[in-house]
Every structure is written in C-alpha cells, then in structure tokens.
C-alpha cells in the first residue's frame, strides 16, 4: 500500500488549502481513509475520517471548517480546509484502514503552515 499527500503550503490564517491522497496497491473502496495531523511537540491527532460507506467524522476543532470527501474511480482522498487558523500548522498525514484487520497504513506527511 503506497499513499501519497501533496497539496499543503504557506498560507495566512483565513485562506483556504485543499490536500489530496492518491492510493495505490489496494482495494481503495473497501478502505477507510482518515487525514491525521501531527504538530511540533504534539501527539498525532485525528482531524476526519471517511468510511467506504462515504460516512464522514471530524474532529470538533476543525467542524465546519474542514471537509474530507473521496473519489473511488480515482483512488483518492481529499481534504478541503477552509478558514484556516494558525493552529491548524501541522504536518498533515493520510491514513488507510484496512478492513476486517483495522491495520492502518500511513502516507509520508504534506507540511501545511499557517501564519497569523
């Protein structure tokens, strides 16, 4: 399983940013697919989550702020941020869950920063 996130940046706080995840070497249609997030000195943390039943959870810093969606044909996941704080500077992180095993696989990491 390879997982490859791209699209993070520089930005100021209110702008928006949106990262992908293009999967390879699984059944991306039977996975759950989760963004995570990991800042200096932090513990990685969830930040959404999508099922293969395109249900979708957030964690409560980012509702209504950020979306996650994917798009099977494709093998991709998305994370659409808006309104951008200077707390959500992280390295961000792509997740696949297999079923039945619950083994997680992990992209490289897509550094986004946000400045106030």
């Known amino acids: 399983v390879q997982l490859q996130a791209s699209g993070g940046g520089l930005v100021q706080a209110g702008d928006s940013l949106r990262l992908s995840c293009a999967a390879s070497g699984l059944t991306f249609s039977s996975y759950a697919m989760g963004w995570y997030r990991q800042a200096p000195g932090k513990q990685r943390e969830l930040v959404a989550q999508i099922t293969k039943g395109y249900d979708t959870n957030y964690a409560d810093s980012v509702k209504g702020r950020f979306t996650t969606s994917r798009d099977n044909a494709k093998d991709t996941v998305s994370l659409q941020m808006n309104s951008l704080k200077p707390e959500d500077t992280a390295v961000y992180y792509c997740?696949?869950?297999?079923?039945?095993?619950?083994?997680?696989?992990w992209g490289q990491g897509t550094q986004v920063t946000v400045s106030s």
């Open positions: 997740d696949a869950r297999a079923p039945y095993t619950a083994r997680d696989y």
